[in-house]
């Protein structure tokens, strides 16, 4: 089972809300990322938690706050956002992060972000 | 740093033709290797991957991929497509010991009847 779950799948929220994106895994990974798309570009990587402590913050807005309550959650808490972060958000998870086994990555179906 | 070149941004192709997408990478140490697909308003499902081993690598669904060292490339291939197979691809590659993944700008592949 190579599942991450996301939710919601959609969300649209005004720049003055307060809303959060979940995902959870249960695979026993150690890993977990946030990752944006915007369309018709690649994912870019926002924030990397290896055995529930933020490893890799990739210079994102204080807008965007992550939160690893357990091993198999992750949460994106949103506030006060600008419609130029409508997006795909997607979550991903992997075994860990420096391991030589080829630590593959696995995505979850994204929750889509309309900021109005 | 790593990077990764799709050189074709749209590859459109008919049913049950085959068709080659182009990858090659720039690292300065040892790398993983890897394809995901996007379909449409869809997440990324991961196609197939190198780690080591032997250099052509399959995913269930007909696809192949080859590892070629000398020219830093790891094209995806298929021999026939279908209608199905329309979707964006991204070829990825990760550092050995690292997970981060470095993506290419992706490539559609756009298959017609």
């Known amino acids: 089972d190579t599942e991450v779950t996301q939710t919601p799948k959609h969300l649209v929220m005004g720049m003055t809300n307060k809303k959060s994106l979940k995902c959870e895994q249960h695979m026993g990974h150690r890993a977990m990322y946030w990752y944006k798309q915007k369309a018709k570009k690649p994912p870019e990587l926002m924030f990397v938690?290896?055995?529930?402590?933020?490893?890799i913050n990739e210079s994102v807005p204080s807008r965007f706050s992550p939160e690893c309550p357990n091993s198999s959650l992750l949460n994106l808490h949103l506030h006060a956002l600008q419609p130029e972060d409508s997006a795909l958000y997607l979550c991903?998870?992997?075994?860990?992060?420096?391991?030589?086994?080829?630590?593959?990555?696995?995505f979850g179906e994204g929750s889509w972000l309309t900021v109005v | 740093a790593q990077s990764v070149t799709q050189l074709d941004s749209q590859v459109p192709v008919f049913e049950e033709a085959p068709v080659e997408l182009r990858c090659n990478y720039s690292s300065s140490v040892s790398v993983y290797l890897f394809w995901y697909v996007q379909y449409p308003n869809q997440g990324l499902q991961l196609l197939l991957k190198?780690?080591?081993?032997?250099?052509l690598v399959e995913s269930i669904n007909g696809f192949e991929a080859e590892f070629n060292k000398s020219q830093t490339s790891f094209h995806l291939r298929k021999p026939s497509v279908h209608i199905s197979d329309t979707a964006e691809y991204f070829c990825?590659?990760?550092?050995?010991?690292?997970?981060?993944?470095?993506f290419g700008k992706g490539t559609m592949l756009l298959v017609s009847p």
């Open positions: 190198y780690l080591s081993g032997s250099t």
């Open positions: 991903a998870s992997s075994q860990d992060t420096q391991g030589d086994s080829g630590n593959t990555i696995y």
């Open positions: 990825a590659v990760s550092e050995k010991g690292y997970s981060t993944l470095t």
């Open positions: 938690y290896s055995y529930e402590k933020l490893s």
